[in-house]
Structures are given as C-alpha cells and as structure tokens.
C-alpha cells in the first residue's frame, strides 16, 4: 500500500471503498439524469435541424477518433472504428442535440445564467479533471474565448438540469 502512495493497508481499504462509493453514487446520479434527459425528449417532440445533427456526429467522430490514435490505432483501423460506430453516432447525435434545444429553451425561459460562483466552482472541477491549475485553464480560456464561451454553456446547462431536478416530481415504480 505504501508503494502506491498510501499510509497503511488500511488507508489504502478506506479510500478505496470511498471511491468505489463514490463511483457508484455518480453513476446512479448520470443514469437518473440520463432518464430524465429522455423523457424531456420524449414529451417534446419537434424536427431538429439536420445541420445541427450531422455535426454534433462529425464531433463524436472526431472524439472518437482522437481517442483511438492515443490507443495506437492507425487511419485504417480508425476509419473501420467509425463506419462501425456511425448508426450510434446518429442516434447520439440526435438525442444530444434534441437535449441542447429543449435546456437552452428551458434556461431561457427560466432565466438560468450562471453566476461567478458557479463558473468558478466548475473551473475548479475541470482543473482537478485534468491535473492542473485553476489558473492554466483560465488562461487556455482566454486564448481561445470559443472554449471559454463552450464551458459556459455547458455550466448553464448544467444548471438547468439541476434546477429541474430540484423541481420535479419523482415518482418512484415498483
């Protein structure tokens, strides 16, 4: 356990139940949400410009690809990855896109911006994410104000979803 970087066996039992935990409760929390995403959907349906689809699926692709080349795959086998993966792109696609129109209407709608507070708190959750300081990223952001006007969005978006979540009525099935 000490060559790892932790106090004693059990340090090292103590907080990796308390990650395990954690993982759990985060991935019960992002089902939750995803369901909640759905039926948003579902309630809501309106023709969602194809524009807009295709390229939320050119950046799946991209993403996807990307993520590939760091696992050592080459252009050949990335592009085999892709062609294979393109229907759940679509589908991705355009379920991700429906969610960004009906949050952004109901944030409008609702007036949710985010303060400095919020932009802060997650600034700091992204720096930690990627291992460094609250400082860099925000010097990455004001090198490229179009990332910096993306995470906004996504902490506005962010907050819309909380706030209809701290509004609903859950019912619970048995």
């Given amino acids: 356990a000490k060559e790892f970087g932790y106090d004693s066996l059990a340090d090292f039992e103590t907080k990796s139940k308390e990650m395990i935990s954690k993982n759990k409760s985060e991935e019960v ?3 939750f949400r995803n369901h909640m995403i759905e039926k948003l959907i579902e309630k809501n349906q309106f023709e969602v410009p194809q524009s807009l689809v295709y390229t939320q699926i050119r950046a799946l692709a ?3 690809s ?3 080349k760091r696992y050592g ?6 592009q085999s990855a892709i062609v294979s ?3 759940d792109f679509k589908k991705r696609a355009n379920t991700q896109v429906r969610a960004g129109i009906l949050l952004d209407s109901i944030a409008k709608k609702e007036k949710v911006e985010p303060k400095a507070a919020d932009i802060e708190t997650e600034m700091k959750k992204m720096a930690d994410s990627f291992g460094m300081e609250v400082k860099q990223l925000a010097e990455r952001f004001e090198q ?3 990332d910096r006007s993306n995470f ?12 209809i979540l701290s509004t609903a009525k859950i019912k619970e099935k048995k």
Avoid: A
């Fill in 85 to 87: 993966q393109l229907e």
């Fill in 62 to 64: 991209d993403d996807y």
């Fill in 144 to 146: 490229n104000p179009r």
């Fill in 73 to 78: 795959f080459n252009d050949q086998m990335v």
């Fill in 29 to 31: 929390e992002n089902q």
């Fill in 152 to 163: 906004e969005y996504r902490v506005r978006e962010e907050l819309t979803i909380q706030m």
């Fill in 66 to 68: 990307q993520e590939l």
